[in-house]
């Protein structure tokens, strides 16, 4: 059992920069991909980025490559996305996800665990 909870959203203006912060309880956590999604009002919920248990893999989905970086510390059960140069279509609750499947995945039903979100809003 993973428990994952965000934080680090807030208000930016359009260039702006945020780092959302992704805390997981449990003695495992080294053993999961870990991932970042979002979902904007009236669409679907979409992936962001991953990483894979080592940290070695990681991966972004196109809107997101240059500006968004994700890491993690195994040592200190955290995931961080670092979100640079954000735009308004940026503005979105952020989900982090845990999966078993640990070399990550883009597909939302690979996940396992998810957190409750944290809310970005970018203004332009």
């Known amino acids: 059992q993973v428990q994952l909870v965000e934080s680090g959203g807030g208000l930016v203006q359009a260039g702006g920069s945020l780092r959302l912060s992704c805390a997981a309880s449990g003695r495992t956590f080294s053993s999961y991909a870990m991932g970042w999604f979002r979902q904007a009002p009236g669409k679907e919920r979409e992936f962001v980025a991953y990483?894979?248990?080592?940290?070695?893999?990681?991966w972004y989905t196109d809107s997101v490559k240059g500006r968004f970086t994700i890491s993690r510390d195994n040592a200190k059960n955290t995931v961080a996305l670092q979100m640079n140069s954000l735009k308004p279509e940026d503005s979105a609750l952020y989900y982090c996800?845990?999966?078993?499947?640990?070399?990550?995945?883009?597909?939302?039903?690979?996940?396992?665990?998810w957190g409750q979100g944290t809310q970005v809003t970018v203004s332009s």
């Open positions: 990483i894979s248990w080592s940290g070695r893999s990681t």
């Open positions: 996800a845990a999966t078993t499947n640990n070399l990550g995945s883009t597909r939302e039903a690979r996940y396992d665990y």
